[in-house]
């Protein structure tokens, strides 16, 4: 298990690993069970945890104790109450969001369709929303797959025109650099430098640690869980 924002005891932000097994959300399989041990390893209670649907997009929605406990058609999830957020990944990059002057988390599962749709900017304008402040949002980025990996195909292309610089052509091969782009539109929307961190671990390439959907290429998707909440 994975720990984040460590030096902040007022939060929990973690994320499962292979080991803990697959905790995509299944109703009635073996999945929920492992949720299930994840949330009480954690001493959290089920009741208060809320997840994102995941549908590859950039939709971000505001969480509090009366909302459903799958949050439809979302990709990102924030929230000011003591309560917490969680999203599924499997090669796309789980994003922690913290105001700890506000008191207001977020989390996002960015994929390139929802990178390139601006879930970025569309995050961090709902922590505003609720009450953050953009100085203050400390952000880390979780593991994903980084763009060693990340070949793209020219059909996909145009959907990276604003981001050319974090395009890698190698031996007639095309790869978009993830963790570039987050980071540029983390600094474009003005969150300081000195509060991105980037946990710098790829998924692909850890095969014993994490799950990998382009990796392993699996009939049924397996993932990690990643979640951040007040305590």
């Known amino acids: 298990?994975?720990?984040f924002f460590a030096d902040k005891k007022e939060i929990l932000a973690v994320m499962s690993e292979r080991p803990d097994g697959s905790m995509k959300i299944i109703e009635n399989?073996?999945?929920?069970?492992?949720?299930?041990?994840?949330f009480e390893k954690n001493k959290i209670d089920e009741n208060v945890i809320f997840s994102a649907e995941i549908v590859h997009g950039s939709k971000v929605e505001?969480?509090?104790k009366n909302s459903p406990k799958i949050i439809k058609g979302a990709d990102a999830l924030v929230t000011r109450e003591k309560i917490f957020l969680a999203v599924t990944v499997a090669d796309c990059i789980p994003i922690y969001f913290y105001d700890d002057k506000s008191n207001v988390v977020g989390i996002a599962h960015?994929?390139?369709r929802g990178i390139t749709k601006e879930i970025i900017k569309n995050t961090l304008d709902k922590i505003i929303e609720i009450g953050g402040t953009i100085n203050n949002i400390r952000v880390i980025l979780g593991p994903g797959l980084r763009?060693?990996?990340?070949?793209?195909?020219?059909?996909?292309?145009?959907?990276?025109?604003?981001?050319?610089?974090?395009?890698?052509?190698?031996?007639?091969?095309i790869f978009a650099d993830l963790f570039g782009i987050i980071k540029k539109e983390l600094l474009?929307?003005?969150?300081?430098?000195?509060?991105?961190?980037?946990?710098?671990?790829?998924t692909f390439d850890n095969k014993e640690k994490y799950f990998s959907y382009r990796r392993d290429k699996p009939e049924m998707v397996e993932a990690m869980i990643a979640?951040?909440?007040i305590k």
Do not use: Q, S, T, Y
């Open 1 to 3: 298990m994975l720990k």
């Open 227 to 229: 979640m951040i909440g």
């Open 110 to 112: 960015a994929g390139w």
């Open 188 to 202: 474009n929307n003005k969150v300081l430098e000195k509060n991105i961190f980037d946990f710098g671990e790829c």
């Open 147 to 173: 763009a060693c990996h990340f070949e793209i195909k020219e059909d996909v292309l145009d959907n990276f025109n604003k981001w050319a610089e974090f395009i890698i052509r190698k031996d007639d091969k």
């Open 62 to 64: 505001i969480v509090d």
């Open 29 to 38: 399989g073996e999945n929920i069970k492992n949720r299930n041990c994840f």
